[in-house]
């Protein structure tokens, strides 16, 4: 696999995508170069977001932004 978006509607939910990704990852013995992934957010609502609120992780390992 070369590139995969994962979309998700909630930082929270984005967590739960990103948990399960390494879940089915790990399953299949396959590897993850935690140098590449990176996020992008947008956020369309008038509620902002901090940089603590933007910390998400593939495991134990903290995913770029």
Do not use: W, Y
């Not at 984005?14 to 089915?24: A, E």
């Not at 590897?31 to 992780?57: A, C, G, H, W, Y």
Request: aromatic residues 10%; glycine residues 4%.
């Amino acid at each position: 696999l070369n590139d995969i978006v994962v979309i998700s509607d909630s930082l929270d939910a984005l967590q739960r995508h990103l948990n399960v990704f390494k879940s089915f990852f790990l399953d299949k013995d396959l590897f993850i170069n935690l140098d590449k992934p990176k996020l992008m957010v947008f956020n369309t609502t008038q509620v902002s977001i901090t940089r603590l609120e933007l910390e998400f992780f593939l495991g134990e390992e903290k995913c770029g932004i």
